[in-house]
């Protein structure tokens, strides 16, 4: 194949031309930037995104604390566990300063919050009031975290201390019997 046939376009180079010519830039490159062949290749410095670091990306750049502790829980399966202690912790903020002085978060299991009021007229009002107080808390951290409301009224005195006592378990005006 002559030289004018192939800028003329009439006939295409063959296979072994190609594969000769691009092996023969490919060495000139090599050659350009010092690389000789059984030459180890030498680690490639990572330059610096321009725009700053990346969030994540490849779990190497800084992330916030905030964000490290959310994909924390995430990664956990702790966002009810979580979503519970913040309406233990902010009670008076969702339920109102009058309501948290008369009643308090007990504890937290499968979707059942036991809250216990210091009388018994509070109780009964807390028992009233509990729909709009799950209204609330669902609001205030999401509508799957509280399915039910338990109110305890306040706790009768114990009469299992105390240096006059029975291990029987009978009461204090138990006296004939």
């Known amino acids: 194949m002559s030289e004018e046939e192939r800028e003329a376009g009439e006939v295409e180079p063959s296979t072994e031309d190609a594969a000769s010519s691009a092996l023969a830039r490919a060495r000139a490159q090599a050659a350009k930037k010092g690389i000789r062949p059984g030459m180890k290749p030498r680690p490639r410095r990572r330059r610096p995104h321009p725009g700053g670091p990346t969030k994540g990306a490849g779990g190497r750049d800084p992330m916030t604390i905030g964000d490290q502790v959310e994909r924390l829980v995430g990664d956990r399966g702790w966002q009810v566990d979580v979503a519970a202690g913040s309406v233990m912790g902010r009670w008076a903020e969702i339920v109102g300063p009058q309501v948290a002085e008369h009643c308090e978060p007990v504890t937290f299991e499968d979707g059942v919050l036991s809250v216990r009021a ?60």
Request: charged share 25%.
């Open 118 to 177: 210091d009388s018994t007229a509070w109780a009964t009002q807390i028992r009233l009031l509990s729909s709009s107080l799950l209204g609330r808390i669902g609001d205030a951290v999401g509508p799957d975290v509280v399915h039910e409301l338990r109110v305890h009224g306040p706790s009768a005195p114990s009469w299992s201390r105390g240096p006059r006592r029975t291990s029987d378990g009978r009461g204090p005006r138990d006296t004939y019997g």
